[in-house]
């Protein structure tokens, strides 16, 4: 799963699949209703959310180790996308399981 690369972005994945960065804006933008980013983030946190729910393991990681395991460059900016994605902080998506 290549979108859990740090370096997963714009510019890379039109790089990988031979296109222009704004087309490639344009096409996530025009499929998904929002961002390139916006979109990226979104698997990350559904991989989190997917990996909490079926590895006991992953649930004991602290925010930053998932944080770094999804490829998001520190743990603030992962646990506001994961709040605003769930509602909840990791620690507590992980608690309720």
């Not at 990988?16 to 990350?44: A, C, D, H, P, Q």
Request: aromatic share 16%; hydrophobic share 35%; charged share 20%.
């Amino acid at each position: 799963m290549e979108y859990l690369n740090p370096d997963f972005t714009l510019s890379y994945v039109a790089k990988k699949i031979k296109t222009n960065t704004t087309y490639l804006s344009y096409v996530v933008n025009k499929r998904f209703g929002k961002s390139f980013g916006e979109y990226s983030n979104e698997l990350k946190i559904n991989y989190v959310i997917n990996e909490m729910i079926s590895n006991h393991m992953y649930r004991k990681y602290s925010t930053q180790a998932i944080a770094e395991s999804v490829g998001f460059k520190n743990a603030v900016s992962f646990a506001k996308s994961f709040r605003k994605r769930t509602g909840v902080s990791p620690a507590q998506f992980a608690n309720n399981i």
